[in-house]
């Protein structure tokens, strides 16, 4: 395929390591210190009220819906290198979060499932940072956070995996760890690093000897695009990337609210554009970040007339031919596709429900939808610490996958 072999050159170039904060000059900290204090209060402002009445109207959670203002307006009124400088990095969150579940946890065996555990990928610059007993479990977990490839892994996607994984096993009678992969961030992390890292980590569990069919993986937003990505790439190997060869399907994939099309002018972005997490406006920091002013004209440019010829399959599988997709059954049993109706994203993941349903009769697939939703409400949950309907829903989902393997 021609997009191949153009996107191997990027596949050769050696892969950074991990985002910390980046280090921004006395201009940038000057822009900065001025979006902050006058145009983004202001904006925030106005994002909250609008929301506030949006939600209230339909006796939706206020909290939640005036967190996902919050968000909306960060991303949009922020880069990407702005946004990491307020956000905590990868490990940092991973360390606080063991051992802040450390100091509330008083049973032994739960406590024996709380270690630092931190794996590095090899020359990556990736790592898997773990969550649960790895050396005892018999299903695995390979978790791919969310943030738009620009903001880290918040505690509340530790928690969410505790939650919705580990502690399903333990109900279920089966061990089960998770390891969340740390992986390199935008502006250093542009395709196909993330990949590269994603591959590996896959590939060490692989290694480890745990079976295909014990294993799951998937994520939230950007990590169900990143899951996708790996999903093509054992379809259709990128060059210059680990090739991973199967010798059955993996046991499931599990995709919440994810991102799979530059596509920004469906009814659902139209429809719900300021009542989510993610807005137009949001969507445009992700793309100046991803491609760059003049190449993520161009894409939008090519969604609307329809020319699929210069989409990256990997990254939006949804703007290339439907017969990419072809064959996920065989390198899944089951997908599970979690989406809020009132998110921005919801017709690209029921669209993908739809062509997976047509073209894969041998993989099991599963649409979730919330009418009361927004965008990645498992991890909203999470957040404010009350797991609920949708962390409950994943639960049920996993413990029923696994109970019946």
Same mark, same amino acid.
């Given at each position: 395929?021609?997009?191949?072999?153009?996107?191997?050159?990027?596949?050769?170039?050696?892969?950074?390591?991990?985002?910390?904060?980046?280090?921004?000059?006395?201009?940038?900290?000057?822009?900065?210190?001025?979006?902050?204090?006058?145009?983004?209060?202001?904006?925030?402002?106005?994002?909250?009220?609008?929301?506030?009445?949006?939600?209230?109207?339909?006796?939706?959670?206020?909290?939640?819906?005036?967190?996902?203002?919050?968000?909306?307006?960060?991303?949009?009124?922020?880069?990407?290198?702005?946004?990491?400088?307020?956000?905590?990095?990868?490990?940092?969150?991973?360390?606080?979060?063991?051992?802040?579940?450390?100091?509330?946890?008083?049973?032994?065996?739960?406590?024996?499932?709380? #270690?630092?555990?931190?794996?590095?990928?090899?020359?990556?610059?990736?790592?898997?940072?773990?969550?649960?007993?790895?050396?005892?479990?018999?299903?695995?977990?390979?978790?791919?956070?969310?943030?738009?490839?620009?903001?880290?892994?918040?505690?509340?996607?530790?928690?969410?995996?505790?939650?919705?994984?580990?502690?399903?096993?333990?109900?279920?009678?089966?061990?089960?760890?998770?390891?969340?992969?740390?992986?390199?961030?935008?502006?250093?992390?542009?395709?196909?690093?993330?990949? #590269?890292?994603?591959?590996?980590?896959?590939?060490?569990?692989?290694?480890?000897?745990?079976?295909?069919?014990?294993?799951?993986?998937?994520?939230?937003?950007?990590?169900?695009?990143?899951?996708?990505?790996?999903?093509?790439?054992?379809?259709?190997?990128?060059?210059?990337?680990?090739?991973?060869?199967?010798?059955?399907?993996?046991?499931?994939?599990?995709?919440?609210?994810?991102?799979?099309?530059?596509?920004?002018?469906?009814?659902?972005?139209?429809?719900?554009?300021?009542?989510?997490?993610?807005?137009?406006?949001?969507?445009?920091?992700?793309?100046?970040?991803?491609?760059?002013?003049?190449?993520?004209?161009?894409?939008?440019?090519?969604?609307?007339?329809?020319?699929?010829?210069?989409?990256?399959?990997?990254?939006?599988?949804?703007?290339?031919?439907?017969?990419?997709?072809?064959?996920?059954?065989?390198?899944?049993?089951?997908?599970?596709?979690?989406?809020?109706?009132?998110? #921005?994203?919801?017709?690209?993941?029921?669209?993908?429900?739809?062509?997976?349903?047509?073209?894969?009769?041998?993989?099991?697939?599963?649409?979730?939808?919330?009418?009361?939703?927004?965008?990645?409400?498992?991890?909203?949950?999470?957040?404010?610490?009350?797991?609920?309907?949708?962390?409950?829903?994943?639960?049920?989902?996993?413990?029923?996958?696994?109970?019946?393997?």
């Amino acid at each position: 395929m021609a997009v191949q072999s153009t996107l191997a050159v990027e596949a050769q170039q050696s892969y950074p390591h991990q985002n910390g904060r980046p280090r921004l000059s006395i201009w940038e900290y000057l822009k900065l210190l001025t979006k902050a204090t006058t145009i983004v209060p202001l904006r925030m402002a106005w994002y909250i009220l609008r929301i506030v009445y949006f939600s209230a109207r339909r006796r939706f959670n206020i909290k939640y819906y005036v967190f996902c203002a919050i968000v909306d307006a960060v991303f949009t009124s922020f880069n990407d290198r702005e946004i990491q400088i307020y956000s905590q990095p990868t490990v940092d969150a991973y360390y606080t979060w063991v051992n802040s579940k450390l100091g509330r946890t008083r049973e032994p065996a739960l406590r024996q499932r709380l #270690v630092h555990d931190i794996q590095p990928l090899g020359q990556t610059g990736g790592s898997l940072l773990w969550i649960g007993n790895r050396r005892k479990a018999s299903k695995i977990v390979l978790f791919l956070h969310g943030g738009g490839y620009i903001a880290p892994a918040l505690r509340g996607h530790y928690d969410w995996c505790w939650n919705a994984y580990v502690l399903a096993g333990r109900e279920a009678g089966v061990e089960v760890a998770v390891g969340c992969l740390q992986y390199t961030l935008l502006n250093d992390g542009r395709f196909p690093v993330p990949l #590269v890292q994603a591959t590996e980590a896959l590939g060490s569990i692989l290694d480890s000897g745990t079976s295909p069919s014990d294993i799951y993986m998937g994520g939230d937003s950007a990590g169900g695009n990143l899951s996708m990505q790996v999903l093509s790439h054992i379809l259709h190997p990128h060059e210059g990337i680990r090739p991973l060869q199967l010798s059955e399907p993996l046991a499931g994939v599990f995709l919440v609210s994810p991102w799979l099309s530059n596509n920004v002018f469906s009814d659902s972005v139209k429809r719900n554009d300021g009542n989510d997490m993610i807005s137009t406006g949001a969507l445009d920091t992700l793309g100046l970040a991803l491609y760059g002013e003049d190449q993520i004209k161009a894409h939008k440019a090519d969604v609307l007339a329809g020319d699929l010829s210069a989409a990256n399959p990997y990254m939006t599988p949804l703007d290339t031919e439907e017969a990419w997709l072809d064959g996920i059954g065989d390198v899944t049993s089951r997908v599970f596709l979690t989406v809020g109706k009132n998110e #921005v994203l919801y017709d690209q993941g029921v669209r993908l429900v739809s062509l997976l349903r047509r073209r894969n009769a041998t993989c099991q697939i599963r649409l979730d939808e919330s009418e009361r939703e927004a965008h990645d409400f498992i991890l909203v949950e999470n957040i404010f610490g009350k797991p609920g309907d949708a962390t409950s829903r994943m639960k049920s989902w996993f413990k029923g996958t696994i109970t019946a393997s």
